[in-house]
């Protein structure tokens, strides 16, 4: 078997290109040929939906594939969903509904954190994933397979 014929299996290096868009068609993430995602198959260092695809693929291969939510981010949890009154609050933070701010935890250390909504006496954060319980469309292609 030619080398450009490996069917990918874990533990492979591959290079892959690809478009990730919602299922409403908007593009949220790609990797072109001349910039590809590399990775280790089964290192787990990318979506588990994306890796279980590329088993058995080879060099050459095109793939359009639906990632459900489980196994892309995950499911929005109501627990990373956070009211905290605004007499809490520091009082020199300006605060803007969509901001992304990082908020100190002393048992996970720093959090990425994003204001949902504003009201007058409360401030809604969410530390959700902005991609969780969404699932995901791939076009990909697979550019090379190296064991």
């Known amino acids: 078997m030619e080398k450009n014929e490996l069917r990918i299996r874990l533990g ?3 290079k892959i290109s690809y478009t990730a868009k919602l299922e409403d068609g908007t593009l949220f993430d790609k990797a072109t040929v001349a910039e590809p995602l590399e990775l280790i198959v089964g290192e787990e260092n990318t979506l588990i939906g994306l890796e279980e695809t590329l088993i058995g693929l080879k060099k050459g291969d095109k793939k359009k594939i639906t990632i459900t939510a489980d196994k892309a981010y995950g499911p929005k949890l109501k627990d990373l969903v956070v009211e905290i009154e605004k007499d809490k609050l ?37 530390a959700n994933h902005p991609l969780a319980g969404k699932n995901l469309v791939f076009d990909i292609q697979v550019l090379e397979v190296v064991r």
Request: a negative charge; hydrophobic letters at 35%; charged letters at 40%.
């Open 90 to 126: 520091p009082v020199d933070i300006e605060l803007k509904e969509g901001q992304e701010i990082n908020i100190s935890q002393d048992e996970t250390g720093i959090i990425k954190v994003k204001i949902s909504k504003i009201t007058d006496e409360k401030v809604i954060f969410d």
């Open 12 to 14: 492979d290096k591959v």
